[in-house]
């Protein structure tokens, strides 16, 4: 019961809320019906009085049912039909109208497929049934096909919510992964690293002490083989941590991964960068970290697609920003305005030819011997590329 504030003010809770109004404003119809064709006021207020209520259970009940049962969800959903039957000594057959948010809360309420179709069966051959019995089926048959063709909507809606949920899991998974999969490649680097030199210089240690008393000369000769293996490992140490220092490729790409996921822009990514040349990983990693920093910022993209090929990096998204790069950047062009104050003071957020961020890749692209481009995408956004010679 703690929990039930909680789970009606959350963000789930607050989105149905701004999509049940529209359900809510159906209401409008048959209440007015009734006040237009009523003799009766106080009929017509009882009834505008039912119907407000059917609608407040409507706006809270699928956030309390999320997380529960399909039985306490089926007694729920039970329950608030047979409340919609007090209404038919007001509103005759016409009440079969408000069995059209019962499927529209078992699709919402997120459970099991058998529950919601089991739900939206029942009420249209309920609906069938009743406008039979009393004779209009000729006339009201629509009200079941209108039921079926929301209720199928709203079950294609839900699962659709649905399967987004999952693929932001999963996106977040693999971008946990991915740092895992990096710091147990640190771990096999050191054990590399460190562990054949420690050992021999344990080996040669325990000899050097036993020869120091046996022969001096020898003991001397260990010693200084010890220092040189530290020297070494020493080295290879420090190479080793400036590496796992350097822009990662693998590591920047579930990094963009999960920002991108948490901006709400929808990332299309390659599975691994196995492919892409040793010599320009580095690169690519400081192109895709800055490429993204300016699509989250700037862009106001839905999408953005990263692709890899072995000397090549491509990035792209749909926002905002493509017409300025109408004619394209060269990576030499970008390069020779780092020092053009005066066009960089001018320059609007998100313009990649006076952006300080692109003009330093745009530098580091050169020294490495490729070539950085920006050009309007094919959606209307920006495509940065970096090719190398």
Known sequence: MRRIPQRMRNEGARKWYLGSVWGLVYLAIPIGIVWANSTSVGVAVLTTALLAAIGVVYFFLPPLLWGQ???????????????????????????VWLWVYVP???????????????????????????????????????????????????YAFSQQIQAIYKLKAAQ??????????????FSRDMHDVLGHSLTVVTVKSELARRLVSLDPARAEGELEDIERMT???????????????????????????????????????????????????????????????????????????????????????????????AGGVACEEAAGEAGDDERAGRGAPGDGVVGSGLRGLAVRAKKAGAILTVTPSEDGGVLVTARGA
């Open 69 to 95: 049962g399909w039985r306490f969800a089926l007694v729920a959903l039970a329950a608030f039909m047979a409340f919609t039957c007090l209404a038919f000594p007001l509103m005759g057959d016409d009440a």
């Open 172 to 185: 977040s998974e693999i971008a946990r992964l991915a740092v895992v999969d990096e710091r147990a490649r």
């Open 104 to 154: 529209i809360m078992a699709s919402m309420s997120w459970q099991p497929r058998g529950l919601t179709v089991g739900s939206l069966v029942f009420v249209v051959g309920l609906q069938m049934l009743v406008v039979w019995v009393q004779g209009d089926l000729a006339e009201n048959w629509y009200s079941a096909a209108v039921t079926a063709s929301i209720g199928v909507m709203m």
């Open 231 to 325: 020297r070494a490992a020493l080295a290879d140490l420090r190479s080793a941590v400036a590496g796992y220092r350097e822009m990662s490729l693998p590591t920047e790409l579930a990094a963009a991964q999960a920002a991108l996921t948490a901006a709400d822009i929808v990332p299309h990514l390659p599975t691994h960068t196995d492919a892409v040349s040793a010599e320009l990983r580095e690169l690519f990693a400081w192109v895709l970290r800055e490429s993204v920093t300016n699509v989250i910022r700037h862009s106001g993209a839905k999408n953005c697609w990263i692709a890899l090929e072995p000397r090549a990096i491509v990035i792209g998204d749909d926002g905002r920003g493509g017409e300025r790069f």
